[in-house]
Every structure is written in structure tokens, then in C-alpha cells.
């Protein structure tokens, strides 16, 4: 049958051209028609030459060679769930498979190899397992720190061979691309007679009151809870896989010092940021204290009251004038009412640390007292402390000219022995309840100098900070940043310089210059 019949009910798939006529540039080739019940029709030949105007309308079903839209690639949905990350807080190893189990319990923390072995061994493992950003990393690597644990990158170990990490299993290549080391000088330790001593609970302690509030900046309850949330994931590893079974003891303590860490940090950091309150600051104000002279009326920025530096005069001594009215005594009112001068007598240097013993929110006789009577102030409540020793407080800075020299011993600020030997004393201040009041618990420290007046009355001049029940501060932070010193030997005439086995040209390498483990 013709390929231009007409009569042809069916459209052939592909008809050929046989008047060259028609071919706008006088060229045979193929054009292609579709058939409808046969979609394969669509197939166009590179050859076919292009429809022209004369060539009349275009038939039915007839494409021209168009080139089909390349579908973009969709990238990640961004409703698609994160992976968990292993801290989420209910999250659960998985069980283990028996081959695990056997693994675990006969050879990788089997009693026979050292706590140092299993325990780096351990880290290995559990950084495999979890999901570390760079909060969470930083976090960890500065509590393993703490403990003794070298987390710095490894150098000079050449890599490792592509071809054997695709031959290991997860837990090996764990093994051979952990980070995490333990001096071989710690070998000893936890045993009798060593010089290390392992404290997991000690360790959890000092992390959260003396390396938490100054090395991150942590400043919403989520972001405190998250902080532990990720030594606790640690510690709770280390019971699940038995790691250490010696120190179960230990782990369970350190767990619960992040149970009450959840509840103190926050506190503390509030604390800190709020204190040291309007009374304080209105004796400090009229009584020449640090606060005093602070307040600018003129500054129109200092009338929002979120940014209120200072106090005025006249505000200062309507809240003194409220709290005394609330907890005064007739002696104190009658001093006042005789017009006798009120003055510090009594002054901290330089700063006073103590702990709080109790803790009196204002009755409903004081509330009813302010509601009446000073309305635009905060009703006071009330604390007891008592004399606390800050621990390995840092020696006073001085000259060389100055302490031994002069006939003066240096005193260790917050924590001398002359300091322990005196009757402990007992203080009592005034604080808003419950604005600050609602972050104080029995047990807190705070470092503060202190001001008593003539009267009695006791007030904090400047606050200094604020710390955890549990605060502690342990040698090891003198640790912090420390390297083993090296020795540089070497000369001139471009002799080659050994650093511990390393040889470095002398042209990079100034001879004779003497590396501080410190620097």
C-alpha cells in the first residue's frame, strides 16, 4: 500500500518521502507521524528534514524534533525526619546480638585488660554509635579532658589503607579511627598504690560547677539540660555494656550528680544574671558601694527597665525604707526615727564566699505590707548562709618583689588555711522573692562582697557568681592546655634538628630555641 494513500485508514508509523519537491532544502529523509495506538511513534529520525510553510499544514500527530525537559533532581526533603543522634533524651541502645554480647563480655572489657585499655576502648565504640555536632563534641572532648583522656587528633600515623578499612567490620574500624587515648602512664591506674585515682562521680562534679559556667556559654534551661543530657548518655553506656563493673558504684554517683546538675545550673546561671537584686543595690547605691553613682537619669535608653543600670537615690531609699519597715527591729526603727547616721562598718576583702543554709519566702504579712503600702516594689524574702572555703582557690597575684620578700605569706584567696581556723560566720540577707528567691536552694555558693551597716543589716555589694551544691575544683584543671616539653637541639651550618626522633631542616627551624610545654 501507497505510504500517501488516503484511503488508508491506519497512518503508518513512518512514511517516506519520495518527492524531494517537498523538501524545503531539496533533501529526502524521513518524517515521522504518530500512530495513536502506537505510542512508539514519537521516535523521530536525527535525518528528518525540518517542516516548512509550503509543505502545507502540519499533519496530525506530527512532533518536531523537540528535546525533551531533563527533570530536576529533587534534593533532601526538608520534611524527611533527622536521624537520631543517640542523645535524644529517652534514647535506648538496642539490644545486643549474642556474637556482641560474647565480644564485649570475652575479650574488648573482659577484667583482665586494664581500665585504661577498656575505656578508650569504649570511646572508640560509643563515638561510632552516636551522632556528634560541633556543641556536642566540644562538650565531650573538654569533660574527657578533664578526666585525663588525650581527645586530639592523632599525627604522624600515616592514614589508613582504603582497601583494610573496606574489610573491617564497624566496631574495627572504630577501633582504628578513634581518636581517643590514654597515657600508657596511666596504665596503673585505679589500682593500689597508683598515682591516678579514677572518680567518675568527682569528675561529673567539678565538669558541671567549675568547667560548664566559664567554657561555654549556655544560657537557656535547654541548653543546660542538653549538656548533661550528653554525660549522662556516657555514663548510662558505660553500665549498659558493663565496661567497668569495678566502678558501678561510682557511675551511679556521677549519675546522680546530673540529676541535681538539671535543676542547679540553671538556677545558678539566672542567679547570675538577675543578682544581685534591688535591695543590694539600693544599699549599694546609698551607701558608697559599688552601684553607687552607676544611675544617669539623663540616658533615655536607661529608662526601659529592661536595661536599668543603677538606681536613683530617692528609689534606693524607699526599697531600704520597705524593708525595714518588713523586717526591722525596734532597735533599728528607733535608730532611724532618732535621726542617727547610718554607715558600713564592716567590709569583705576582697570578696566573701558562702553557702546557703536556709531559705524564707516572704509571709503573707509582708506581702500584705508591700501591696498596701509600696506597690511599684517586690516584697523580700529571706536567706541564711553561713562561712564556705572555696576549694583550690587560685593564689593572689602578685610580683616577684611582693609575698615572701616583704615578711607577707601569699594567701590563697578563698581558700586559706588562716581563713579555715576562724570562727565561721553566719549572715542573713534580704533578696526578692521570688525573682531571685525562686532560683536560691539550700546548698548554693556565691561569692559576693559583702557591706554591714551600723544597724545590723547585711547586703551584698557586687556579686561575683554564684556555683553548684556540688562545687568542687580539682588539680586537674592546673592540667588544662598542658603539653609534654620538648627540647630542640641543633646548630648552625644548616645541621638537621631532632624533636623527639623527628628531624626538621634547620633552614625552617631556628637552632637553640627551647620549647615551653606551657606555650
Keep these: ?47 528528518a528534514p525540518p517542516v516548512s510553510a509550503e509543505a502545507g499544514p502540519e499533519p496530525v500527530g506530527v512532533t518536531v524534533g523537540k528535546k525533551k525537559k531533563k527533570k530536576k533532581s529533587k534534593g533532601k526533603s526538608k520534611n524527611k525526619a533527622a536521624l537520631p543522634s543517640g542523645f535524644e ?95 600508657r602512664d596511666k596504665d596503673d591506674a585505679g589500682k593500689e598504690g597508683s598515682a591516678w585515682v579514677v572518680d567518675f562521680e568527682a569528675i561529673a562534679k567539678c565538669f558541671f560547677s567549675s568547667r560548664v559556667p566559664y567554657y561555654f556559654d549556655l544560657e537557656t534551661p535547654e541548653q543546660m539540660a542538653q549538656c548533661v543530657r550528653i554525660i549522662r548518655n556516657f555514663l548510662n553506656y558505660l553500665l549498659y555494656h558493663n565496661v567497668c563493673p569495678e566502678f558501678k558504684d561510682q557511675i551511679n554517683a556521677a549519675r546522680t550528680i546530673c540529676d541535681i546538675a538539671d535543676h542547679e545550673l540553671p538556677a545558678t546561671k539566672q542567679f ?11 544599699c549599694s547605691t546609698v551607701y558608697q558601694g559599688h552601684y553607687h553613682g552607676t544611675y544617669e537619669s539623663t540616658r533615655t535608653w536607661a ?25 526591722g527591729t525596734k532597735d533599728q526603727i528607733q535608730h532611724i526615727k532618732d535621726g542617727k547616721p547610718v554607715f558600713v562598718t564592716d567590709i569583705s576583702s576582697p570578696t566573701a564566699t558562702f553557702e546557703i543554709t536556709s ?3 516572704a509571709d503573707s504579712h509582708v506581702r500584705e505590707l508591700y501591696a498596701t503600702n509600696f506597690t511599684d516594689l517586690k516584697p523580700l524574702g529571706r536567706i541564711r548562709a553561713r562561712d564556705w572555703v572555696r576549694p583550690y582557690g587560685q593564689e593572689e597575684d602578685m610580683t616577684d618583689d611582693e609575698g615572701e620578700d616583704d615578711g607577707h605569706k601569699k594567701p590563697i584567696m578563698n581558700g586559706s588555711k588562716q581563713k579555715q581556723k576562724e570562727v565561721v560566720k553566719e549572715y542573713e540577707f534580704f533578696l526578692e522573692d521570688p525573682d531571685l528567691l525562686e532560683n536560691c536552694f539550700v546548698g548554693m555558693k556565691i561569692e559576693a562582697t559583702i557591706r554591714k551597716l551600723n544597724i545590723g543589716v547585711g547586703f551584698f555589694d557586687a556579686l561575683v557568681g554564684c556555683f553548684a551544691s556540688f562545687y568542687i ?9 598542658w603539653r609534654e616539653p620538648q627540647a630542640i637541639v641543633g646548630g648552625k651550618g644548616g645541621r638537621d634538628l631532632e624533636i623527639d626522633g623527628v628531624e626538621e631542616d634547620e633552614e625552617e627551624n631556628a637552632g637553640g630555641v627551647a620549647v615551653d610545654g606551657n606555650d
Design 473 to 481: 575544683n580539682l588539680p586537674n584543671e592546673m592540667m588544662n592546655g
Design 272 to 282: 547570675s544574671m538577675i543578682g544581685p537584686g534591688d535591695f543590694n543595690i539600693a
Design 89 to 183: 533524651e529517652n534514647f535506648a541502645d538496642a539490644p545486643m546480638t549474642p556474637a556482641e554480647y560474647a565480644e564485649e563480655t570475652n575479650h574488648v572489657y573482659h577484667p583482665s585488660r586494664n581500665f585504661t585499655e577498656r575505656i578508650e576502648s569504649c570511646l572508640h565504640r560509643y563515638r561510632a554509635r552516636r551522632r556528634f555536632d560541633a556543641l556536642r563534641k566540644d562538650i565531650f572532648d573538654k569533660y574527657l579532658s578533664l578526666g585525663g583522656i588525650d581527645t586530639s587528633p592523632k599525627q604522624f600515623t600515616g592514614g589508613v589503607d582504603q582497601l583494610k578499612i573496606e574489610e573491617m567490620n564497624a566496631n574495627e574500624i572504630a577501633t582504628v579511627t578513634g581518636t581517643d587515648a590514654v597515657g
Design 1 to 47: 500500500m501507497s505510504p500517501h494513500s488516503e484511503s488508508d485508514k491506519t497512518p503508518a508509523a513512518v512514511q517516506m518521502a519520495d518527492d524531494t519537491s517537498q523538501s524545503p532544502r531539496g533533501l529526502t529523509g524521513y518524517s515521522l507521524t504518530v500512530d495513536l495506538n502506537n505510542p512508539m511513534g514519537n521516535l523521530v529520525s536525527p535525518t
Design 359 to 361: 531559705i524564707h519566702p
Design 303 to 327: 529608662k526601659d527597665p529592661d536595661f536599668m543600670v543603677g538606681m536613683s537615690n530617692e528609689q534606693a531609699t524607699k526599697v531600704i525604707s520597705a524593708a525595714l519597715a518588713a523586717y
